[in-house]
C-alpha cells in the first residue's frame, strides 16, 4: 500500500491572473432567458454546466433558463484559455459577478422588485430588451485582496486557492511477470465546494485513471525528435479491465475567491496517483524506484541489480 | 506491359439502421468514411485509424467491428447498426439515457462505440456482471472518464433502472 498527499494550485501561477485580465459576460435574450459568454471552451469536462449552473444560482432562476454562447471571441469576451484549473474558480467567480451585475441592473431601473419570481424575471429581461436593445453585464477579473506575487523578487502568493488531497494505492506485483496490478484506489480531496456531484467525480476518476496510466503503463520513446511509439499498440494506456475501483470522496471546506467556494479540479488528479502507486510498490517488494512508469521491464531490471548486490553481500553478512 | 486500370467505384447495397442505401464507392474505402461521408452519419467516430481504439464501432450484422477497417465492398448486402440507429425519434435508447445520467460521456469521442459495445454485450448477456461489462468494453479505449462511471451507466441500463 502507498500514500500521496499534496496540493494543486488553482488558477495562473504569480501574477498570471492579473495579466489575463479577464472579462465575462452574461445577456439577456429577447425571450427573456439569458446567456453566458465566455471564451472558456467545453471539452467534456462541464464547463458549460457549471457555468449556466452558477448563473442560474446568482440570477435565482431555474438552470434550464440560462444557456451559454459559442466560445467564439466575435461574440464572446476573452475570459482566458481554458487550462490551469482556473475555470469552475475564476471563471465561474466572474460569472456569477456578472449575473450579480445583471441583476441590479434590471432592479436599480425598476424593472424587476428586490424579491422575484423567475417569471417575474424573465418578463423584465424582455421589457428591457424590447426598450433598450440590449441587456448585458460583464465582469473584470481583479486580483483578490490580501493576494500577491512579487514579479520581481518572485516571491508571495503563487496562487489564491489550493486543493488538497490524499490517495491511497493497493497494488499487486505478479513475481512472474513483474506488472503491477492497482487493485484498490481511494482519491480523498478537499476541493473548496463541489460544484455538480457527477462532473466533479468524472473530472477526479478521470484524472486518476490517466495518472495510473503515468505510473504503469505510459512511457513515451523519442527518436531524432519524433515519438517512436506513436500508436496505440506500443503506447499503452489502461483499458476496461485494467483499472480498479477509485473511490473518490470529496472535502468542501470552501474558498473565498472561487464562485460559491469551488477551487480547480481538472489537474489535481494527475499529481497524486503516481507517487502513491510508486511508494505501494516500494512497500511491496522493499526496493526503491524513482522512475515512471514502472514497468515489467523497469522493474526486472531494478530487482535483478538488487538480488545482484544482495547475494554480494552474502560472504560478508555469513562471516561475521 | 500496360498499367493497370485504377479501381472504379462501385455501387454497393446495403442497409443503415433499418433503411436500404445504396452507396457508390471505392472497393477499398473504409467504411468509417462512407457512413461519415457518403452517408453524412458522423455519430461514427474516428479515433487511432487503425483498429485499435474501438471509437468507430458499429455493428456489421449484428457483429461489432472497426469500421476503420472494413473495405465498402465487404459491406454488400449487410445490416449496419450505427449510433444514429438507437435513438427513436426523441426517445433515447436507455443506453443513451444512462450514459447522460451517470457522466459516462466527456469528450464524447468513445461514446458511440462504446454505446454499441454495450448494446452487442447485452445481445449476449443481457445482465451482464461487473466483469462482464469490464470484458465486453475491453475493445473501446476511453482517456477522459476512467470507464467507472461507464460501466455505472451499462449497469444501470441493463437493470432497466433508466428513468424515462
Known sequence: MGIATFLHGAGFTGSGERYLDSVVGIEATADGSVRVLVSSTEFGQGTNTVLCQIAAEALGIPYEYVSIAQADTTIVPNSGPTVASRTAMIVGNLVRSAAIGLRQTLQSDGTLGEAYTADEFVDACRKHVAKRGVLRSLARYSSPEGIYWDDVRYKGEAYAAYAWAVYIAEISVDLTTYSVKVQDFVALQEIGKVLHPVLAKGQIIGGVAQAIGLALYEKVLWQDGRMLNGQMTNYIMPASCDLPLIRVIFEEIGNPHGAYGAKGIGELPMDGPAPAIVNAVVDALGIDFDSVPLLPEEILAVMNSHSIATTDSVPAESSR | ?164
Not at chain 2, 13 to 22: D, H, I, M
Not at chain 2, 74 to 80: R, Y
Not at chain 2, 91 to 113: S, V
Request: with cysteine; net charge negative; proline share 6%.
Open chain 2, 1 to 164: 506491359m500496360s498499367p493497370q486500370p485504377g479501381p472504379a467505384k462501385q455501387k454497393i447495397l446495403l442497409a443503415v439502421n433499418g433503411a436500404p442505401r445504396t452507396i457508390h464507392a471505392f472497393p477499398m474505402a473504409r467504411l468509417l468514411d462512407v457512413l461519415r461521408e457518403d452517408l453524412d452519419l458522423t455519430g461514427t467516430k474516428e479515433g487511432c485509424s487503425e483498429g485499435e481504439c474501438g471509437s468507430c464501432s458499429i455493428l456489421l450484422d449484428g457483429v461489432l467491428v472497426n469500421s476503420c477497417l472494413i473495405p465498402a465492398l465487404q459491406a454488400t448486402g449487410s445490416n449496419i447498426v450505427t449510433i444514429e440507429g438507437l435513438a427513436n425519434d426523441d426517445h433515447l435508447h436507455p443506453l443513451q439515457k444512462a450514459f447522460l445520467e451517470c457522466g459516462a460521456a466527456q469528450c464524447g469521442i468513445c461514446t458511440p462505440g462504446m454505446i454499441l459495445a454495450a448494446v452487442h454485450l447485452f445481445e449476449k448477456t443481457p445482465k451482464p456482471s461487473i466483469e462482464e461489462i469490464r470484458e465486453g468494453l475491453s475493445g473501446n479505449l476511453c482517456r477522459c472518464t476512467g470507464y467507472l462511471q461507464i460501466f455505472e451507466a451499462v449497469e444501470k441500463a441493463s437493470r432497466n433502472e433508466v428513468a424515462d
